[in-house]
């Protein structure tokens, strides 16, 4: 979108193959929006960014809308969950409908920690349904923003899990606690308590 009629090139992390397809999409497919928030993501070096916009190229390339991995839903927007090299065919990449996203209590991908390996991730128990449902509604700025809580948050919830010291769980828990309260007020003015 910030372009003046220059050539561009594909950045390295979109596949020979997925170029190849996009070469012979017809006239009218919209690219403008992923494509920006791929050079977007370039620029910036985010790294979650990069993958989910190369996973939404590849399923437009395919000539197939995108659909949900759980419902089979095309209709309504997507959300990105995890991030693979191999996905099950055409549109059946790692997305999800807001259902599902809610009811399988799915992560986002772009609020995924950096120790994710693109692998499916799970709100921890000590996140409320409700906390649950008004995440999904987050936009991709703010899912950046709740990156620094969730990177909090996982390890402790592994760690107030595992057989330890009392002490230590305390501990875990009281960060989790944290993290989850974090979590609260960065909803709270994006999506109302009665939203969705």
Same mark, same amino acid.
């Given at each position: 979108m910030t372009s003046r009629g220059e050539p ?10 997925? /170029?190849?397809?996009?070469? %012979? ?6 690219? &403008?929006?992923?494509?920006?928030? +791929?050079? &977007?993501? /370039?620029r910036a070096g985010a790294e979650h960014g ?18 949900c991995m759980y419902c089979e839903a095309t ?5 990105? #969950? ?11 990449? *790692?997305? /999800?409908?807001?259902?599902?996203? /809610?009811?399988?209590?799915? #992560? ?8 994710? @390996?693109?692998?499916?991730? *799970? ?5 409320? %349904? &409700?906390?649950? !449902? ?12 709740? !990156? ?9 919830? #592994? ?7 009392? +002490?230590?769980? %305390?501990?875990? !828990?009281?960060?989790?606690? %944290?993290?989850?309260? #974090?979590? @609260? ?12």
């Amino acid at each position: 979108m910030t372009s003046r009629g220059e050539p561009h090139q594909w950045p390295v992390a979109v596949p020979d193959e997925t /170029v190849e397809q996009l070469a %012979d999409l017809a006239p009218g497919v919209t690219l &403008g929006p992923v494509v920006t928030r +791929l050079f &977007g993501a /370039v620029r910036a070096g985010a790294e979650h960014g990069i993958a989910a916009a190369v996973d939404e190229l590849r399923a437009v390339a395919a000539g197939a809308r995108a659909r949900c991995m759980y419902c089979e839903a095309t209709g309504g927007p997507l959300t990105t #969950v995890a991030a693979g090299e191999t996905a099950a065919g055409p549109g059946h990449g *790692y997305q /999800v409908c807001r259902a599902c996203l /809610v009811g399988q209590r799915l #992560v986002p991908f772009l609020a995924h920690p950096s120790t994710g @390996r693109g692998d499916l991730h *799970y709100w921890p128990e000590i996140v409320p %349904d &409700g906390l649950v !449902r008004r995440l999904a509604d987050l936009g991709e700025d703010a899912l950046a923003d709740i !990156r620094p809580a969730v990177e909090r948050l996982f390890p402790a919830a #592994v760690a107030a899990a595992r057989p330890a010291a009392e +002490l230590e769980r %305390d501990a875990a !828990r009281a960060i989790a606690a %944290d993290a989850v309260d #974090v979590l @609260r007020a960065a909803v709270r003015d994006v999506v109302p308590e009665g939203g969705r």
